[in-house]
């Protein structure tokens, strides 16, 4: 079994940047696709941006030019580099990966971002 551990958040100003990290548990178990969610209270849950096969990456409109998503395989780990943050951007952020599946399938327990006005 996959466990995914978000980590990164915290509270910023307008403007700012951080940069969340998920480390997977396991590095034998291939996980061609992840992904980056959130959910802003009283707000469904959103993809933020997604990537498949290391190389092959999908955003939001909401956040495209001001977040990047990568990965490193070395380190199992996936990253969204956050930056030109806005209050708009609170929220739980979630970690995904496709285990065995096409579909994200496996979740982090999510990370708290917080910008303040």
């Known amino acids: 079994q996959v466990q995914l551990v978000e980590s990164g958040g915290g509270l910023v100003q307008t403007g700012g940047s951080l940069r969340l990290s998920c480390a997977a548990s396991?590095?034998?178990?291939?996980?061609?696709?992840m992904g980056w969610y959130r959910q802003a209270p009283g707000k469904q849950r959103e993809m933020v941006a997604s990537?498949?096969?290391?190389?092959?990456?999908n955003y939001a409109a909401s956040v495209k030019g001001r977040f990047t998503i990568s990965r490193d395989n070395a380190k199992n780990t996936l990253y969204l580099q956050m930056n030109s943050l806005t209050p708009e951007d609170t929220a739980v952020y979630y970690c995904?990966?496709?285990?065995?599946?096409?579909?994200?399938?496996?979740w982090g327990k999510g990370t708290l971002v917080t910008v303040s006005s």
């Open positions: 995904g990966g496709a285990i065995l599946s096409n579909a994200l399938n496996t």
């Open positions: 990537i498949i096969n290391g190389d092959t990456t």
């Open positions: 396991r590095g034998d178990v291939a996980i061609r696709h």
